[in-house]
């Protein structure tokens, strides 16, 4: 599929993806946008000229300052505008006159990414953290405790999808700095009060939550994908001293709270498609609510992290979404599964998605086993010296990005960066 | 003070203190309101009449269908509607005519309790759940692991308050019906899936914010009362077999997720005053971060719990909301601290609140001992026979009252009450 609209061959924003974004400009409030090449159609310009006829689509959803209300309508209505987008932003369809040739129209809707800047996507209810990452669970539970494996510290791990939940109100768009935490954890056996010294990042992978349930009614494995609006990167910044500390008996709490980021652009379940794996560890046994008909039910999309310092950008960790041992479908089935309601706007993640080796650890606790082992990150511009880290230093910043390369175009979620400063 | 309303010596809602809730009747859709002896007064109707007149009040935040706009108002505000609703309702003020003598605006305003539904009176962003209970935290570390206790399973128990992130979106008002939830959880050494056979309570005291802060700003522990709108009754129900299997490394999570229910009244924070008492290990070694410079920083507030069941009413507990180690201030500085910020309409639960021996246990984990030793609850019908309960059955109702009584008058919470359905 080509566009009239010029998308680069390393463009994360192909005709394949049109992931939607919140954005606003110097001359506009925040609306609903999606992405193509290196702009942003704006969506509720379109929804005012009257171009979306689409069964069941709310136009009123598009003039919102969220996409919460959007991404309630469910999959029918997304995939009907996704179709309706296509037709208009490609090359050689009948329907591309309708914006390509009208000149005014053009350049009311479409705003070149430079001068956008991005919001958080969607107002989020409740944001969910699993743990359903192989290769993280496997390696933290020998740093943890020593001679510890995952099935001594957590039993249940191969045969449910275990989470937490995160705090949804410190849940940021990327590009927003953060603070380097306080908190209380022992250093040498002696109990401190003050700025963490074991800050952390952890490379995931997030899916915002579209159509929800009523209390009481769970989902059902084999239609939870219907629940899925799309996807983004997220950092689930960690303060390793902070949550040793404190979550022994009731999981983390201040050790996340401090700052969670995600990418600014949801990408569509269907844009995906071509991207389809299994998961990790499959087929095994599993209780009936976790029988997942469609066996592809992860995905294969290369993350990587990178550190900005010095001016300049270091190779930290090449990630992947397919480290995990359960689908997102069978997350929502599981969290469901005991009447739990999902509202649209909520924010459902995996847990650290880690490879096998030492340079695909998706974090630093797992990279410098435990800080113990300084990592070295080698400089993109080889004629600068690389540098080390036990953990992140002030003024770091990490930076996420993805993209998926198919045959109908590529695939990328935009960056997920957030720069460290020192403690309030 | 006593109010030309009738409000008998039994009543929950004396003039000290008018607690807010979100109340419907059968022509009026959901809006403000304040309880008084038998009555709502509507607080739309007054606010329309142009009753009020309190510096920093907007008056629109009395025409939502939930407190959170009037909640992040701040304290100032609601301390000044608070003494002009005393002044409109007390005998003997001058402005007791303004109402007591308009036999219009008298009929509008006032609504007999018994015709109005009760609604989840904030919308609620993010549920923390504390674990600050002494006896709660000892006893329970003694049932989760043979020869455990609290230092050695927790050992930050003394020196910071435990908290986990709950689920928002399974919090209910009283009166709603919830299902026995399925889960997967060993039972004789094999894996199962299905209903929950261990369904408790918990009985918990919990405050929903008001003005909230912004990330990395943390709240600091003397200013941190000004940012709690007022208080509920909670019962954070507990599916202990699905808890126990899941929770041992990230906490509680489909355990707790399935329902938890608060009561409809919020008890301004100016009306339990009279009701102050130091925490429990007080005082003891502190960071200054947590060091408040009120002593007296937690209530005594008796909290009955009932079992209603074959259509007689059971006594099961009686708990205290002074079983506490930290403030709700403590809770709100040690939250903040690493910069997560707080929201209007945010819940802070204190964790349970049983007291030193078998009839004050605030769940039935404690009471029957894990289940092993069923609890023998006595019939308030001393003619009627008494039930025995290891954990609940279907059917059962559970009801928390409290009610503090002072010279200037009773005040309760109404009841926070549920049903247990049978699993879905």
Redesign the interface.
Known sequence: MASWIPVEAISDFSLQNLPYGIFSTANSDPRVGVAIGEYVLDLKVLATEGIFEVPGLEIQTLRQPTLNAYAALGKNVHSGVRQRLQKLLESDTQSAHVLRDNQRLREKALVPLNNVQMHLPMSI??YTDF?VGLHHAVTCAGLVKPGGTIET????FY??P?????????V?VSD?P??R????FPVDGK?V?GP?RKLDFEVEFACFVGRGNE????IDVNSAEDHIFGFVLMNDWS?RD?QM??????????GK???TTVSPWIVPLEALEPFRVAPKETPREL???LMQKQEKSAYNIPIRATLGANNQRYRVADCNTNNVIFSFAQMIA??T???????AG?LIATGTLSGPNRENAGCLLEQTRGGTDPYEMIAEDSAAGNVRRAYLEDNDIITFTAQAMSSRGNVGFGSCAGKI?SA?
Do not use: K, W
């Open positions: 209810g409740d743990f510290l957590c039993p249940c045969n449910l275990v989470a937490y939940n995160g705090r949804a109100s410190s940021v927003t953060l603070h935490p306080n908190g209380q109990l009060s963490c209390l009481g009614e769970p303060a902070i500390y404190e979550a022994t008996l009731m999981g983390p709490f201040n709270s401090f700052c209780p009936d609510y599981h969290h599964r005991g009447g739990c309601p999902l509202r909520d400063l309030p």
